[in-house]
T-cell receptor, first 113, second 115 residues
Framework: ELKVEQNPLFLSMQEGKNYTIYCNYS?????LYWYRQDPGKSLESLFV?????AVKQEGRLMASLDTKARLSTLHITAAVHDLSATYFC?????????????FGKGTKLTVNP | DTEVTQTPKHLVMGMTNKKSLKCEQH?????MYWYKQKAKKPPELMFV???????INESVPSRFSPECPNSSLLNLHLHALQPEDSALYLC??????????????FGPGTRLTVL
């Protein structure tokens, strides 16, 4: 059974600081995704990582993937209040031509002024 | 256009009611998904349709009945629900192409309350 673990589950940080969210998964996978969810809202796709060593950056967020360690990281640089949200990683298990996404529990990020 | 639409936004129903949730996408995606999300929890997969055929049913109770009338539409029929079924129901779609990034795009969700 595929398991996805994120840590920390709660993260309170000051504006301007850096931090990293970790995502471990238990079995090999084709793809790893990062999503953002604001309270009461839907999920917004941030990154999809396909291969070992993949690194993607968008603004203050950078995601990386180490398939050998089964680890992905989401690094936040110089946090701003607008980044406050819950971040989910999700791992894909392709099945019969469609995807079965298994989500981590999410990291609730609060950026304080 | 990466939009998935869902109606209604909110739904309150009694345990004896029958209602339906609707999802629509016009991105040409051939895989569509229903997820259930309880408060402060991650989404949990319920059903997957691939090329209008049900390909995954995650042991969901029969009071939830999915339907995919065509490649753009996905319905979730609800009957005799329980209060613990109250949740945010999310629809998603993806291209269903092997070897592609195949990101799932999520709709805004329907917040369901069962009284």
């Amino acid at each position: 059974e595929l398991k996805v673990e994120q840590n920390p589950l709660f993260l309170s940080m000051q504006e301007g600081k850096n931090y990293t969210i970790y995502c471990n998964y238990s079995t090999t996978s084709d793809r790893l995704y990062w999503y953002r969810q604001d309270p009461g809202k839907s999920l917004e796709s941030l990154f999809v990582l396909l291969s070992n060593g993949a690194v993607k950056q968008e603004g203050r967020l950078m995601a990386s993937l180490d398939t050998k360690a089964r680890l992905s990281t989401l690094h936040i640089t110089a946090a701003v209040h607008d980044l406050s949200a819950t971040y989910f990683c999700a791992v894909d298990r392709s099945w019969g031509g469609s995807e079965k996404l298994v989500f981590g529990k999410g990291t609730k990020l609060t950026v304080n002024p | 256009d990466t939009e998935v639409t869902q109606t209604p936004k909110h739904l309150v129903m009694g345990m004896t009611n029958k209602k339906s949730l609707k999802c629509e996408q016009h991105m040409g995606h051939r895989a569509m998904y229903w997820y259930k999300q309880k408060a402060k929890k991650p989404p949990e997969l319920m059903f997957v349709y691939s090329y209008e055929k049900l390909s995954i049913n995650e042991s969901v109770p029969s009071r939830f009945s999915p339907e995919c009338p065509n490649s753009s539409l996905l319905n979730l029929h609800l009957h005799a629900l329980q209060p613990e079924d109250s949740a945010l129901y999310l629809c998603a779609s993806s291209q269903a192409l092997r070897g592609a990034t195949d990101t799932q795009y999520f709709g805004p969700g329907t917040r369901l309350t069962v009284l």
